[in-house]
């Protein structure tokens, strides 16, 4: 036997023989000094020789930061892979087979941002080995991240391809994102493209986050830091505004929704293109821009409604929500109490938002070419929406009303704790029988209405705004016609409507009607409230008080022609403005037992006396009470500031 048999002899011995696990500490410290972390091999390290050799190794671990909730970071039951000997002498890494059992990863942040994962950096990156087939069994992520109030458990597992660049991933996880309940299933590409910052890398997944489902099929490039992204998504949910904590976009409650579209991101760009779908009752469309690359994040945005339910945008106006699946029970008991405090409310008591709107920068225009209302005559909608840190513009909201348009600009600064806003609204040639069109009597009438509001206040919410509001609210009607019967009706001439349900009806030339409030801390006291027709002029008095949300008017008819027989007195309407109770004088009364008495006592003659109207009514000075209405008035002071100069 030569020399060197005897040399190939042993050295095939030593490598039978030798016990691997006496490089265990190399191999540990090595690690620990390229990763910055303790590395342990805490099971057996073997080597099985070939032109492939197997090396296996048990029990790893690499530790965690030192401010990390637990200990290790990574952990590996079991790690075999095959290396080549051919590559390797040529100066390449490949691994033929990789397997990977029962791995356990922590990824976690800290409250103040560090994350774990940033290990000590190489001054020259390591070359990734090429890996044949890859077997990942049994896989667990754990990533934590207290700030954004984020604990997600995700289990692993590989087809066990032949090619690890074709072997997809499947994963499974569940837990909490942003303090809401997540669930989510999904398909991956190859193991390998997930390192690989410059190839799309396919992905197909249904997430659940709280009552918020997302179905996405695409592609992402640079999966690690999302650096691009073509997604075709189709999303539901219970309420627009739950999107907030999961993606930071600032939206109304709305009522149950579903939207489709393609969304694509580029650097700090997140676009949904050619949208569709429906919120509540109404359809929606268009396509948004979301830049995070900002001072602040900021939505851009085209959307039209094709048919629109006003009540979906109820939430707008801060209308109660009620609870919702997700809610715990003391925030259902909250909700249930708050409804039923405002049950007896006509105003949203819903405060503002005031993080949200500061949240995020807004450049938002939408459309509802149709309105569907069964209520109110509203045909569509025009609205360009813009937030600036906190500053609120709506500017216009343009909706077509009966045969006119009520054009309105809203401004709510939340730039304060205590939220001020300033309201304009014109009202422009409403034809009368299209306001009304369900109240019969006034289908054969004519007129045009406009007028203007103008209103300052400040509050948590639509109804403390108002409640605190100053300013001016009016409506005038030139010309035209009304029914005599709504007018006997609303003088409570009761003889009058007697007479014309035998007659027929017909209309009555209208001089002009005006209706002129001055608002002072939520106050309007009426100004003017004259309906003056060419046989009556009707006259109002009283306010309405906006914090009490109570009413207590007077109108009082005045005929201008000597009548006989009638029971016309002024009506009362009093109450709350949700509810409201119209009554007679005590006039009315009196004329009766007047009518009585007097025919009990005299003669049955003098019993028509009270009946018999004298015709003092005098026509209204049309063009000065109009003129007052359309002029601007100078800013009052409020009663609080008038107190203040009296005392001094």
Same mark, same amino acid.
């Given at each position: 036997?030569?020399?060197?048999?005897?040399?190939?002899?042993?050295?095939?011995?030593?490598?039978?023989?030798?016990?691997?696990?006496?490089?265990?500490?190399?191999?540990?410290?090595?690690?620990?000094e390229?990763?910055?972390?303790?590395?342990?091999?805490?099971?057996?390290?073997?080597?099985?020789?070939?032109?492939?050799?197997?090396?296996?190794?048990?029990?790893?671990?690499?530790?965690?930061?030192?401010?990390?909730?637990?200990?290790?970071?990574l952990?590996?039951?079991?790690?075999?892979?095959?290396?080549?000997?051919?590559?390797?002498?040529?100066?390449?890494?490949?691994?033929?087979?990789?397997?990977?059992?029962?791995?356990?990863?922590?990824?976690?942040?800290?409250?103040?941002?560090?994350?774990?994962?940033?290990?000590?950096?190489?001054?020259?990156?390591?070359?990734?080995?090429?890996?044949?087939?890859?077997?990942?069994?049994?896989?667990?992520?754990?990533?934590?991240?207290?700030?954004?109030?984020?604990?997600?458990?995700?289990?692993?597992?590989?087809?066990?391809?032949?090619?690890?660049r074709?072997?997809?991933?499947?994963?499974?996880?569940?837990?909490?994102?942003?303090?809401l309940?997540?669930?989510?299933?999904?398909?991956?590409?190859?193991?390998?493209?997930?390192?690989?910052?410059?190839?799309?890398?396919?992905?197909?997944?249904?997430?659940?986050?709280?009552?918020?489902?997302?179905?996405?099929?695409?592609?992402?490039?640079?999966?690690?830091?999302?650096a691009?992204?073509?997604l075709?998504?189709?999303?539901?949910?219970?309420?627009?505004?739950?999107?907030?904590?999961?993606?930071?976009?600032?939206?109304?409650?709305?009522?149950?929704?579903?939207?489709?579209?393609?969304?694509?991101?580029?650097?700090?760009?997140?676009?949904?293109?050619?949208?569709?779908?429906?919120?509540?009752?109404?359809?929606?469309?268009?396509?948004?821009?979301?830049?995070?690359?900002?001072?602040?994040?900021?939505?851009?945005?085209?959307?039209?409604?094709?048919?629109?339910?006003?009540?979906?945008?109820?939430?707008?106006?801060?209308?109660?929500?009620?609870?919702q699946?997700?809610?715990?029970?003391?925030?259902?008991?909250?909700?249930?109490?708050?409804?039923?405090?405002?049950r007896?409310?006509?105003?949203?008591?819903?405060?503002?938002?005031?993080?949200?709107?500061?949240?995020?920068?807004?450049?938002?225009?939408?459309?509802?070419?149709?309105?569907?209302?069964?209520?109110?005559?509203?045909?569509?909608?025009v609205?360009?929406?813009?937030?600036?840190?906190?500053?609120?513009?709506?500017?216009?909201a343009?909706?077509?009303?009966a045969?006119?348009?009520?054009?309105?600009?809203?401004?709510?600064?939340?730039?304060?704790d205590v939220?001020?806003?300033?309201?304009r609204?014109d009202?422009?040639?409403?034809?009368?029988?299209?306001?009304?069109?369900?109240?019969e009597?006034?289908?054969?009438?004519?007129?045009?209405?406009?007028?203007?509001?103008?209103?300052?206040?400040?509050?948590?919410?639509v109804?403390?705004?108002l409640?605190?509001?100053?300013?001016?609210?009016?409506?005038?009607?030139?010309?035209?016609?009304?029914?005599?019967?709504?007018?006997?009706?609303l003088?409570?001439?009761?003889a009058?409507?007697?007479?014309?349900?035998?007659?027929?009806?017909?209309n009555?030339?209208?001089?002009?009607?005006?209706?002129?409030?001055?608002?002072?801390?939520?106050?309007?006291?009426?100004?003017?409230?004259?309906?003056?027709?060419?046989?009556? !002029?009707? &006259? +109002?008095? *009283?306010?309405?008080?906006l914090?009490?949300e109570? %009413?207590?008017?007077?109108?009082? $008819? /005045? @005929?201008?022609?000597?009548?006989?027989?009638?029971?016309?007195?002024?009506?009362?309407?009093?109450g709350?403005?949700?509810?409201?109770?119209?009554?007679?004088?005590k006039?009315?009364?009196?004329?009766?037992?007047?009518?009585?008495?007097?025919?009990?006592?005299?003669?049955?003659?003098?019993?028509?006396?009270?009946? !018999?109207? &004298? +015709?003092t *009514?005098?026509?209204?000075?049309?063009?000065?009470? %109009?003129?007052?209405?359309?002029? $601007? /008035? @100078?800013?009052?002071?409020?009663?609080?500031?008038?107190?203040?100069?009296?005392?001094?």
């Open positions: 036997m030569s020399v060197l048999s005897v040399l190939l002899i042993l050295v095939v011995a030593f490598a039978i023989w030798f016990d691997w696990n006496m490089i265990k500490p190399y191999v540990e410290r090595q690690v620990t390229k990763t910055g972390r303790e590395f342990v091999i805490g099971g057996d390290l073997d080597v099985k020789l070939s032109l492939n050799p197997l090396v296996s190794a048990e029990g790893l671990s690499l530790a965690n930061a030192d401010w990390g909730t637990q200990q290790p970071m952990g590996v039951d079991r790690l075999q892979f095959r290396i080549s000997l051919l590559d390797l002498l040529a100066g390449h890494v490949v691994l033929p087979e990789v397997s990977v059992s029962q791995p356990k990863i922590l990824l976690e942040k800290s409250a103040d941002g560090k994350r774990n994962w940033d290990l000590k950096k190489e001054e020259k990156e390591a070359e990734l080995p090429k890996i044949g087939k890859l077997t990942l069994d049994r896989g667990i992520v754990f990533f934590r991240d207290p700030k954004t109030k984020t604990d997600i458990t995700a289990k692993i597992s590989t087809d066990g391809a032949a090619d690890a074709e072997a997809s991933i499947n994963v499974s996880a569940e837990g909490k994102y942003a303090g309940s997540f669930a989510a299933q999904g398909q991956g590409g190859g193991v390998l493209t997930l390192t690989d910052e410059t190839l799309p890398y396919p992905i197909k997944a249904k997430v659940e986050i709280g009552t918020t489902r997302a179905a996405l099929d695409g592609t992402i490039t640079g999966l690690a830091k999302l691009e992204m073509d075709q998504l189709d999303m539901s949910g219970e309420d627009l505004s739950a999107l907030y904590p999961i993606v930071g976009i600032v939206i109304f409650p709305s009522p149950p929704y579903q939207i489709s579209g393609r969304v694509l991101h580029q650097k700090s760009e997140w676009s949904m293109e050619g949208f569709s779908g429906h919120v509540g009752e109404s359809d929606l469309g268009g396509s948004i821009l979301f830049d995070t690359g900002g001072k602040r994040p900021m939505l851009r945005g085209d959307v039209v409604s094709k048919v629109l339910d006003l009540n979906d945008l109820k939430g707008f106006i801060g209308a109660r929500r009620a609870p699946p997700q809610d715990t029970p003391a925030e259902k008991q909250e909700k249930k109490a708050s409804i039923e405090a405002q007896d409310r006509l105003l949203p008591d819903q405060k503002f938002s005031v993080e949200r709107l500061r949240a995020m920068d807004a450049d938002v225009k939408f459309t509802g070419a149709s309105i569907r209302n069964k209520d109110l005559p509203v045909e569509h909608l609205s360009h929406l813009k937030i600036d840190d906190g500053l609120m513009t709506l500017d216009p343009n909706f077509a009303v045969g006119g348009n009520i054009v309105s600009n809203l401004t709510i600064n939340a730039r304060k939220p001020a806003a300033e309201a609204i009202v422009k040639r409403l034809q009368l029988p299209k306001l009304f069109p369900k109240v009597l006034t289908h054969g009438a004519a007129g045009v209405i406009g007028g203007s509001t103008r209103l300052k206040g400040h509050g948590e919410s109804g403390a705004l409640a605190s509001a100053d300013g001016k609210f009016g409506l005038v009607m030139s010309g035209g016609e009304i029914s005599e019967m709504l007018l006997a009706a003088d409570l001439d009761a009058k409507l007697i007479k014309l349900l035998f007659t027929g009806d017909k009555v030339p209208v001089r002009c009607a005006v209706i002129d409030y001055d608002v002072k801390e939520g106050i309007m006291d009426s100004k003017a409230f004259v309906i003056d027709t060419e046989k009556t !002029i009707v &006259l +109002g008095e *009283g306010h309405i008080n914090a009490e109570t %009413i207590k008017m007077k109108l009082s $008819p /005045q @005929p201008k022609e000597w009548g006989f027989p009638s029971l016309r007195t002024p009506v009362h309407i009093a709350t403005l949700k509810k409201p109770t119209v009554y007679p004088d006039m009315l009364a009196i004329r009766i037992g007047a009518a009585v008495a007097l025919g009990v006592l005299a003669t049955p003659a003098a019993a028509l006396i009270p009946l !018999i109207e &004298l +015709g *009514g005098e026509d209204a000075n049309c063009r000065a009470l %109009i003129a007052s209405v359309k002029q $601007p /008035q @100078p800013a009052q002071p409020s009663r609080t500031q008038t107190k203040k100069k009296s005392n001094n």
